[in-house]
Structure formats: C-alpha cells, structure tokens
C-alpha cells in the first residue's frame, strides 16, 4: 500500500461546470502523476509533479490545469468539464527522485453528461 | 513519444494454462513496468524489470531491453488472473509512463 487516496471516487457532473480531484497521499514522495484511463487507450499522463508548485504537462493536458500547494496534496481541475473528459481519473507516485516503480490510487469514475 | 504494442489484446485461457503476454517499445526505456488491473479497476504491481527476468510466485518477467521488448509469462493460470495486463515504460526522467493498450485476460473454470 503506497498510501494513496483519491476524493472523490465516483463523480457525476454537467457540462460547464467546474471539477476538482483530489490525490492524497502520506509518504512525502517528491513526485506525483494525473493520468486518466479510456477504452482503447490504456493510461495517459495528464500532469505530473515533480515537488511543491513544481508542475509539468503530460501526453494530455489541454483542458486540465494542477496544482500542487503542499507535498501531500495533488490537485486536478476541470475548469470548465466537457464529456469528452468523462473517464476514470488515476494518481500515482514514485517514491524516489524520478526514474523509479510507479504505484498508483484507486482511481476516480467521472461522468459529464 | 515511445509507442507501446502489447499482444495478443486478447486471451481466453482454461484454468491451469500457461500464457505469456508480449510488449514491444519504439525505443529504449529506463523504466518498464508490468500492472494487472482486476475487475474492480484497481492497478496491481506486478513487476518493475527495466531489464533482465524476475520470478513472483506463478508469475514471471523478462526484460530484453537492447531489443526492447519484454514478456509477462504467467503459469497455471487461475480465475483470479482475470483482468487487464498492462506494461508501460519511460524514457527520460521523471518516470512519465507510457501504456500499452493491455491485453485483456479471461480465465475460464
């Protein structure tokens, strides 16, 4: 258990409308990772972290903004949520500083009709 | 980006089954991991294997990485190996994964 938790796990919400996801986790690692999962696809990295107010883009950033205030707490925002980003909605961390194995959370389900 | 093919997409075994899972890179990675997602979605470790072969229980990994390819051999396959198997790598720093698009396995009784 890499002590990853995600809020919410299941979301229902409207186009238009502001998201947030939360990604927690307890061991003070460095970097931290926003991937979604779509039939078809497998994973995607969104945005990822790399320390406090540290952030990059991924494979998939456009319409996803982070950030990331305190090491603990890894934030996803939907500004304004289209269906298109309906998806499952996972974090993850690698312990080390980079190039290490990747454990991820449990996932969110977001649905945006 | 790197490209990652995984094959076959996938697999119907009888319990008690030996498989083995294939995944090919477009370059070479410093990361390459195997995951197995279960029916409840949840992504399980199996291997982290940049290179060379790793054995867990029924389960075991081999990394050519100067072919860039590596194989997720699994023996005497049982129900609860149902689900979808992933393998993705990076290839700089920061670990940024790339997946394939997993094989999807079903272990029938």
């Known amino acids: 258990d890499a002590g990853i938790t995600q809020s919410p796990r299941h979301k229902v919400t409207e186009t238009g409308t502001p998201v947030t996801l939360r990604c927690h986790q307890t061991?003070?690692?460095?970097?931290m990772y926003w991937y979604r999962q779509d039939p078809g696809h497998g994973l995607r990295l969104i945005h990822y972290s790399y320390g406090v107010k540290d952030t990059d883009k991924g494979e998939v950033s456009d319409g996803y903004s982070v950030s990331r205030s305190k090491t603990e707490d890894f934030l996803l925002t939907l500004e304004s949520a289209t269906s298109s980003q309906t998806s499952v909605y996972f974090c993850a961390i690698t312990p080390g500083t980079g190039g290490n194995e990747q454990f991820f959370g449990p996932g969110t389900r977001l649905t945006v009709l | 980006g790197i490209q990652v093919e995984q094959s076959p997409p996938d697999l119907i075994l009888q319990e008690g089954a030996n498989s083995t899972l294939r995944c090919n890179f477009s370059d070479s990675v410093n990361n390459l991991q195997w995951f197995h997602q279960n029916p409840w979605g949840q992504l399980i470790n199996l291997f982290y294997?940049?290179?060379g072969t790793k054995q867990n229980g029924r389960l075991s990994a081999t990394t050519v990485a100067t072919e860039r390819y590596s194989l997720l051999y699994i023996s005497s396959s049982q129900t609860t190996d149902s689900g979808v198997y992933f393998c993705a790598g990076d290839t700089g720093t920061a670990s940024k994964l790339t997946f394939g698009t997993g094989t999807r396995l079903q272990v029938t009784l």
């Open positions: 294997i940049p290179s």
């Open positions: 061991e003070n690692h460095r970097y």
